[in-house]
């Protein structure tokens, strides 16, 4: 008999930025919300369950741009001492941004953030050369 194979594959279909600094996340949402007049507002927080019983609570706020089909997270990287992406430690927050893509300008976009006095990096972020890209599906 022939053996067949399911191959489950995740879709990674968006672009993450990081973001450093020092603000706490209320205080980075609403520089943000200020400075792109965006409405990003608080979710229910991400909770991991690690191996060694560790538990991980991701802060979460989210913006829906309805006019361009847009969705964008705004996830703390962090949760005290334990990393969401240990391998992205010097990397306070995160950007997702899912949706329509095609027409999603990269460079326009985080141009206002480098405006942002919290905000000292922004970057993009390859997320296909991760170690753990698999966190990044929720």
Known sequence: MKKVFLDIGFDY???LYGIVSIETPHRLVWLINQCLKSDFSRKEE???NFR???ELNISRFSYLDDLNHLEFDLLSNRDGSIYWLPELRKIDYFIMVKGA???FK???YTEPFKKI???QIITEINHKKL???ERLIF
């Open 13 to 15: 279909h968006f672009v």
């Open 46 to 48: 991400l909770i991991f």
């Open 52 to 54: 060694d019983n560790e």
């Open 101 to 103: 893509l095609e027409s």
């Open 106 to 108: 990269k460079r326009k």
């Open 117 to 119: 006095e919290g905000i």
């Open 131 to 133: 170690k753990e890209k």
